[in-house]
């Protein structure tokens, strides 16, 4: 049976928003309760650096989203009276304290090992380490920012839209990072980007790898939470359902019957409200239920992200790599397969949780998961590069159609 693997504490971030002369907010997505504060240092120093600018108070507390997604954006703000308002051509360099609610336990971008180039463990154990670049671009320098200039000519603003993961081109995100890094701008309160606009699309909830669904659903059903359920089916590969259920008018029922058609689904009529798990929403088989049930009108629906859970683990991924599964983890062939159609080399206990067309030849099918698991895995590498850039400029969001 499939575990479950512990979750990281920091699931994302930090995440650089908002930034004025009167207020900093920094983003942070975690696995466990706790609260955030937020303390700046004029230039850029080290994690420990004495004589701090400022600091937020009170800590703010995260919102509890699932079992194991808790968020927050923590504000410091400082008074229109202060001495202390932030001034362009200065740079600030920032830290947050996490203190987890039911231990008390306290950590810093430091002791989350997020200031040094290398495997991160994110605030857990050695076994769940990413590949990870110091925040601060140099060991044990706090990531850092600076308002905009003084002259409009000097302004520096980064724009983007349409981050699609499956995609022949690389991610564009990493770029955001090397502009930082040539001649090295991140010293230069001028030359540096001084803030980020992203104009939609931040994901594409409709064309998602079918491959990257099966490791988004399992990761959304940790978020949100799970709960037991019985070992029912030669098919079923995890025993932990989904506390999430979708209300359908139109269900698949699972072909469990040796036949011409083994391991297939069957349209089901009436209303029912079924768990957000891959047996009752298998991953290529989506698009009739949403332009049909839910009226969207993409056509790239095959594995579209349906639950919260969902949702909330492609977001999760596109920002860290921190949950993200390692380059020879990813879900073999052979769950992607009817059982009669698996090569005796391939282990025959891992059933399908899912069914490609059935005239779907098997080295299209083949080639198709080579090429989305290269695509993932190029996409995720440059994600250290990407989450870096994310704490280093101020980011402003919105939503888009694909959102």
Same mark, same amino acid.
């Given at each position: 049976?499939?575990?479950?693997?512990?979750?990281?504490?920091?699931?994302?971030?930090?995440? =650089?928003?908002?930034?004025?002369?009167?207020?900093?907010?920094?983003?942070?997505?975690?696995?466990?309760?706790?609260?955030?504060?937020?303390?700046?240092?004029?230039?850029?120093?080290?994690?420990?650096?004495?004589?701090? /600018?400022?600091?937020?108070?009170?800590?703010?507390?995260?919102?509890?989203?699932?079992?194991?997604?808790?968020?927050?954006?923590?504000?410091?703000?400082? *008074?229109?009276?202060?001495?202390?308002?932030?001034?362009?051509?200065? =740079?600030?360099?920032?830290?947050?304290? @996490?203190?987890?609610?039911?231990?008390?336990?306290?950590?810093?971008?430091?002791?989350?090992?997020?200031?040094?180039?290398?495997?991160?463990?994110?605030?857990?154990?050695?076994?769940? *380490?990413?590949?990870?670049? *110091?925040?601060?671009?140099? $060991? !044990?320098?706090?990531?850092?920012?600076?308002?905009?200039?003084?002259?409009?000519?000097?302004?520096?603003?980064?724009?983007?839209?349409?981050?699609?993961?499956?995609?022949?081109?690389?991610?564009?995100?990493?770029?955001? $990072?090397?502009? =930082?890094?040539?001649?090295?701008?991140?010293?230069?309160?001028?030359?540096?980007?001084?803030?980020?606009?992203?104009?939609? !699309?931040? @994901?594409?909830?409709? !064309?998602?790898?079918?491959?990257?669904?099966?490791?988004?659903?399992?990761?959304?059903?940790?978020?949100?939470?799970?709960?037991?359920?019985?070992?029912?089916?030669?098919?079923?590969?995890?025993?932990?359902?989904?506390?999430?259920?979708?209300?359908?008018?139109?269900?698949?029922?699972?072909?469990?019957?040796?036949?011409?058609?083994?391991?297939?689904?069957?349209?089901?009529?009436?209303?029912?409200?079924?768990?957000? $798990?891959?047996?009752?929403?298998?991953?290529? /088989?989506?698009?009739?239920?949403?332009?049909?049930?839910?009226?969207?009108?993409?056509?790239?629906? /095959?594995?579209?992200?349906?639950?919260?859970?969902?949702?909330?683990?492609?977001?999760?991924?596109?920002?860290?790599?921190?949950?993200?599964?390692?380059?020879?983890?990813?879900?073999?062939? *052979?769950?992607?397969?009817?059982? /009669?159609?698996?090569?005796?080399?391939?282990?025959?206990?891992?059933?399908?949780?899912?069914?490609?067309?059935?005239?779907?030849?098997? !080295?299209?099918?083949?080639?198709?998961?080579?090429?989305?698991?290269?695509?993932?895995?190029?996409?995720?590498?440059?994600?250290?590069?990407?989450?870096?850039?994310?704490?280093?400029?101020?980011?402003?969001?919105?939503?888009?159609?694909?959102?």
């Amino acid at each position: 049976m499939t575990s479950l693997p512990p979750l990281p504490l920091l699931l994302a971030g930090p995440i =650089l928003r908002r930034v004025e002369p009167g207020l900093v907010t920094v983003w942070v997505a975690l696995s466990r309760a706790a609260s955030v504060g937020l303390t700046l240092w004029e230039g850029r120093v080290k994690a420990g650096a004495p004589s701090p /600018h400022a600091r937020s108070s009170p800590d703010a507390a995260t919102l509890r989203v699932g079992a194991h997604l808790h968020i927050t954006t923590v504000t410091l703000s400082i *008074a229109p009276t202060s001495a202390k308002r932030l001034r362009p051509g200065q =740079l600030y360099a920032y830290d947050i304290t @996490i203190t987890e609610s039911t231990s008390g336990k306290q950590h810093n971008l430091a002791s989350l090992d997020l200031l040094r180039d290398g495997p991160t463990r994110n605030g857990s154990a050695d076994a769940l *380490a990413k590949a990870h670049l *110091a925040l601060g671009h140099r $060991d !044990d320098f706090l990531p850092s920012f600076a308002l905009p200039p003084e002259r409009l000519e000097d302004l520096q603003v980064a724009y983007g839209s349409c981050r699609r993961l499956i995609n022949v081109h690389d991610d564009a995100m990493v770029w955001l $990072d090397d502009l =930082l890094l040539v001649n090295d701008n991140y010293d230069n309160p001028t030359r540096r980007p001084h803030q980020l606009f992203l104009g939609g !699309d931040q @994901i594409y909830a409709d !064309d998602v790898s079918f491959v990257h669904l099966q490791v988004l659903n399992r990761l959304g059903k940790q978020l949100i939470g799970t709960v037991p359920v019985p070992l029912e089916h030669d098919f079923q590969t995890d025993t932990t359902g989904s506390i999430e259920h979708l209300l359908v008018d139109h269900a698949m029922e699972r072909v469990t019957t040796t036949g011409s058609f083994p391991d297939g689904y069957l349209p089901v009529e009436g209303t029912q409200r079924l768990p957000a $798990d891959l047996m009752n929403f298998p991953a290529a /088989h989506r698009l009739d239920l949403t332009r049909k049930e839910a009226q969207l009108t993409s056509t790239d629906g /095959h594995s579209h992200l349906l639950s919260l859970g969902e949702f909330a683990a492609m977001y999760v991924s596109v920002w860290s790599n921190a949950c993200w599964p390692d380059p020879d983890d990813w879900p073999v062939l *052979a769950e992607f397969m009817p059982s /009669h159609e698996r090569p005796p080399m391939l282990p025959q206990h891992l059933t399908p949780a899912l069914r490609l067309d059935q005239d779907d030849k098997l !080295d299209e099918r083949t080639r198709a998961y080579h090429r989305e698991v290269s695509d993932l895995n190029r996409f995720a590498a440059g994600l250290p590069k990407v989450r870096r850039a994310l704490a280093n400029i101020p980011t402003y969001m919105v939503f888009d159609d694909h959102d």
